[in-house]
């Protein structure tokens, strides 16, 4: 018997990799124009680490003793899903409500839930929710030492457990206005609940707990199933921050945050089309950094890095939301600022100039104030292309430039 399970199993596994390894082949197909072959290859090793996880996992699944084919199928399907789910959701508050509806339905007797993560306090903050209302749990927060994990396990918050009696376990353990607040939330409607701890890169990253109305609901085999369940959305957390992150450094300059040349270049192309169709008008500013060299030659590289970051933070905080600022490389940033014409692109450029005026970086016993350059190019009165857009802003910043004599 357990020889053709596994038999089964391993034809899952392979029709299962198959799937995911043609994925990995269609997905630059599909990206590559906008992400590179980068962007592909950390996703295709992302993938692959996802197949590798769910093979380890239903490894360990038969190895279960006594368990159900129904409840293995459960879990596994519900593993399957959410690491399908990394490179199509859309940020991490989807992932955690999905991880914790899988699991009310995986477990047998959970009818509701929640998942908290631990922040930099050692206060667990629900995150995900499945039968109780949101708002009344969201500024809510447990202290780790409080909580049913840490207080069963006698501190050992590496396994997982049942705990029965909540309310007055509750009332026993919690300050008593966080208590009140749960009660309000009504939060005691559960009577039992299994707890299971997440860990990413072997620490303590939050806790998901699956809830019964019943007082004798769940088993022994269902915290076991819920510790493995814990296992495995670890692996997919942590593939999704990774993702996350190869996301974010494909469109934002890593020194200064605001766009790099490459994102910057691809907003502005949908921004130019639809001011082309619908006849809207806008200006292109070339901003150049004036005493970069200077200040790198006086204070070291570290400090010019400084000088950057706080020149591109003050446009940033002084432009409008509608408007987009990216590095284009070095010195030299570029803006482009909606529904503009001279007058209106004078005060906003003014604006920002009395901001480094106020605001100089401050280092050792030396103030560094931050002057620019710049070029102003309008659409569709200077020019009616991209490329035409930019020499003509970028040759107005040079004149500027030797207008004030900077070298």
Same mark, same amino acid.
């Given at each position: 018997?357990k020889?053709?399970?596994s038999?089964?199993?391993?034809k899952?596994?392979a029709?299962?990799?198959?799937?995911?390894?043609?994925?990995?082949?269609i997905?630059p197909?599909?990206i590559k124009?906008?992400?590179g072959?980068?962007?592909?290859?950390?996703?295709s090793i992302v993938?692959?680490?996802?197949s590798?996880t769910?093979y380890?996992?239903?490894?360990?699944q038969?190895n279960?003793?006594?368990?159900?084919?129904?409840k293995?199928?459960k879990i596994l399907?519900s593993?399957?899903e959410?690491?399908?789910?990394?490179l199509?959701?859309e940020? +991490?508050?989807? /992932?955690f409500q999905?991880?914790?509806q899988?699991?009310?339905?995986?477990?047998?007797?959970?009818?509701m839930?929640?998942l908290?993560?631990?922040?930099?306090n050692?206060? /667990?903050?629900?995150? #995900?929710l499945?039968?109780f209302?949101?708002?009344?749990?969201?500024?809510?927060?447990?202290?780790?030492? @409080?909580s049913?994990l840490?207080?069963?396990n006698?501190?050992?918050t590496?396994?997982?457990?049942i705990?029965?009696n909540?309310?007055?376990?509750?009332?026993? +353990?919690l300050?008593p206005?966080?208590?009140?607040?749960l009660q309000? #939330?009504? #939060?005691f409607?559960?009577k039992a609940v299994i707890?299971?701890?997440?860990?990413?890169?072997?620490?303590?990253?939050?806790?998901?707990?699956?809830?019964?109305k019943n007082p004798?609901?769940?088993t @022994?085999?269902?915290?076991?199933f819920?510790?493995?369940?814990s296992?495995q959305?670890?692996?997919?957390i942590?593939?999704?921050?990774?993702l996350?992150k190869?996301?974010y450094?494909?469109?934002?300059?890593?020194l +200064?945050?605001?766009?790099?040349?490459?994102?910057?270049?691809e907003v502005f192309?949908a921004l130019?089309?639809?001011?082309e169709?619908y006849?809207?008008?806008?200006?292109l500013?070339?901003?150049?950094l004036n005493?970069?060299k200077?200040?790198?030659?006086?204070f070291?590289?570290?400090?010019?890095?400084l000088?950057?970051?706080?020149?591109?933070l003050?446009?940033?905080?002084?432009i409008r939301d509608c408007?987009?600022l990216?590095r284009?490389?070095?010195?030299?940033?570029?803006?482009a600022?909606?529904? +503009?014409d001279l007058?209106t692109i004078?005060?906003?450029?003014?604006?920002?100039n009395r901001h480094f005026?106020?605001?100089?970086?401050?280092?050792?016993s030396?103030?560094?104030y931050i002057?620019f350059?710049y070029?102003?190019a309008h659409?569709?009165?200077?020019?009616?292309?991209?490329?035409?857009?930019?020499?003509?802003?970028?040759?107005?910043?040079?004149?500027?430039?030797q207008?004030?004599?900077?070298?």
């Amino acid at each position: 018997m357990k020889k053709s399970a596994s038999a089964f199993i391993l034809k899952v596994v392979a029709l299962y990799s198959f799937i995911l390894l043609s994925y990995i082949f269609i997905l630059p197909t599909n990206i590559k124009v906008k992400y590179g072959f980068f962007i592909t290859f950390v996703i295709s090793i992302v993938t692959i680490g996802i197949s590798l996880t769910i093979y380890r996992f239903i490894l360990t699944q038969l190895n279960i003793q006594g368990s159900s084919h129904e409840k293995n199928k459960k879990i596994l399907e519900s593993v399957i899903e959410i690491s399908d789910s990394i490179l199509t959701i859309e940020n +991490t508050h989807q /992932l955690f409500q999905l991880i914790l509806q899988k699991a009310v339905e995986s477990i047998d007797d959970a009818e509701m839930g929640s998942l908290l993560i631990l922040d930099d306090n050692n206060n /667990l903050q629900y995150e #995900a929710l499945v039968g109780f209302d949101y708002e009344k749990f969201k500024n809510l927060y447990i202290k780790l030492e @409080d909580s049913f994990l840490y207080k069963n396990n006698k501190r050992n918050t590496s396994k997982a457990c049942i705990i029965r009696n909540v309310e007055e376990f509750d009332e026993n +353990t919690l300050d008593p206005n966080i208590y009140a607040k749960l009660q309000k #939330a009504n #939060a005691f409607t559960t009577k039992a609940v299994i707890c299971a701890p997440i860990k990413v890169d072997n620490k303590l990253y939050g806790i998901i707990n699956v809830d019964s109305k019943n007082p004798n609901g769940f088993t @022994d085999m269902d915290v076991a199933f819920m510790d493995y369940f814990s296992k495995q959305i670890s692996t997919a957390i942590r593939n999704h921050e990774l993702l996350d992150k190869m996301l974010y450094l494909l469109k934002y300059d890593r020194l +200064t945050d605001i766009y790099n040349r490459y994102y910057f270049e691809e907003v502005f192309e949908a921004l130019f089309k639809k001011a082309e169709r619908y006849k809207e008008t806008f200006s292109l500013v070339v901003f150049d950094l004036n005493n970069l060299k200077m200040t790198n030659d006086t204070f070291g590289h570290q400090v010019g890095d400084l000088l950057i970051k706080q020149f591109a933070l003050g446009i940033k905080n002084n432009i409008r939301d509608c408007d987009i600022l990216g590095r284009y490389g070095g010195d030299e940033f570029l803006g482009a600022f909606l529904y +503009t014409d001279l007058e209106t692109i004078e005060i906003i450029i003014e604006k920002i100039n009395r901001h480094f005026e106020h605001h100089p970086l401050q280092v050792e016993s030396a103030c560094i104030y931050i002057e620019f350059s710049y070029g102003v190019a309008h659409y569709p009165t200077d020019a009616c292309t991209m490329k035409a857009l930019f020499k003509i802003a970028d040759n107005r910043m040079y004149v500027h430039k030797q207008s004030h004599k900077i070298l």
